[in-house]
């Protein structure tokens, strides 16, 4: 997220012991690949996750004779997790949804496990893919493999990257049943609904009243269209896995909704438009252009889904800040004004007045 004020954000760690975690592993994946497995010491990746816990291992095991060995990826549920009614379930969901749909590539999921008491969460299993994916820590824009290209394989990597957004948002709604919003209720409705839900949270931290304008601005304003339409939620560079220049897969489903794909490409422009100085980085506005290139589809609203963008970041940094604070990571009246002064909830506010 390109707030300065997130340099405090403390990425996931696990604090199981190892020992304990291997046994749990071997004996939930028996059933699910066959037979007896050994499972390695587990390792948690550097650089990305601040919603669940992700650990990383190899397993080996043996089928009729036949040796196998694999890695894997185990995700863990928060205990106290950023984003109102997060259910781990959904990503594992996601993932199978999109297992055959061609040109989104995804990891293959073993099983979600709902059972808290193995773990302390609910946990699901994936496949472990070969390849890399860019930072947030540091941001992947001013170092690391992405900068380490030509500008050319960095176009490559941007255009293949679109392609795939392009891919996602062709996906028909009936593939996932469990994001369906009301009846008679659009999805993009539906998600300004989660968002509401989200400011009353007292988790949230209380009232601020650039977000309540600008969720009030976006009811206001909805568009007459308003779509129901697969949205990734977090769309970013810093959610691909890149092998060469190619997508080997997509990550992160946290805020997935049926808002429809102009909420994906304004996060997307929000998000990394500032890393387009990097050379082969296309801009927020190549990223539309090319998004309706490759679509066939007129990208329209797009104001309105810069300021539900920027609506998004400002409540999403207000919660994450009020956890802050009550985990004493930061005093807590500092959180609080990190919360109301973050570039986002100024940035929100500079729009509804530009739009007034």
Request: aromatic share 8%; no cysteine; proline share 7%.
């Amino acid at each position: 997220m390109a707030d300065d004020a997130l340099d405090h954000i403390q990425l996931k760690r696990s604090q199981r012991d190892p020992a304990a975690l291997q046994r749990v592993l071997a004996d939930w994946l028996a059933p699910h690949l066959g037979g007896p497995v050994h499972v390695s010491q587990p390792e948690v990746p550097e650089g990305t996750g601040v919603a669940n816990e992700t650990v990383m291992f190899e397993a080996r095991w043996s089928v009729g004779g036949t040796e196998h060995d694999q890695g894997f990826v185990l995700r863990i549920a928060s205990e106290s997790p950023l984003y109102l009614d997060a259910d781990i379930r959904v990503h594992h969901d996601m993932y199978a949804a999109l297992a055959d749909v061609p040109g989104v590539p995804v990891p293959r999921v073993y099983g979600y496990e709902g059972d808290a008491g193995l773990l302390g969460a609910p946990f699901f299993v994936m496949e472990r893919m070969a390849g890399r994916v860019p930072a947030d820590q540091p941001p992947w824009a001013t170092a690391g493999f992405v900068v380490d290209a030509t500008p050319d394989e960095r176009r490559a990597m941007w255009d293949n990257a679109v392609r795939v957004l392009a891919a996602l948002h062709q996906v028909d709604v009936s593939r996932v049943p469990f994001l369906a919003p009301p009846a008679g209720v659009s999805g993009l409705a539906d998600h300004l609904a989660y968002w509401r839900r989200w400011l009353d949270d007292p988790v949230t931290g209380g009232q601020h009243d650039t977000l309540d304008a600008g969720y009030e601005w976006l009811v206001r304003h909805l568009p007459a269209d308003a779509p129901t339409g697969l949205s990734w939620g977090d769309s970013r560079f810093a959610n691909v896995m890149f092998r060469g220049t190619d997508v080997v897969s997509i990550f992160d489903w946290d805020t997935v909704s049926l808002a429809g794909a102009g909420a994906d490409l304004a996060w997307w422009r929000t998000m990394d438009g500032p890393s387009a100085t990097l050379p082969g980085i296309g801009s927020p506005d190549e990223l539309t252009l090319r998004w309706q290139e490759l679509t066939g589809i007129e990208a329209t609203n797009l104001e309105y889904y810069d300021v539900l963008t920027s609506f998004r970041l400002g409540a999403i940094l207000m919660r994450l800040f009020s956890q802050m604070g009550a985990a004493g990571t930061l005093p807590p009246e500092v959180a609080q004004q990190q919360a109301r002064e973050s570039a986002f909830a100024l940035l929100l506010a500079s729009q509804l007045e530009a739009l007034r």
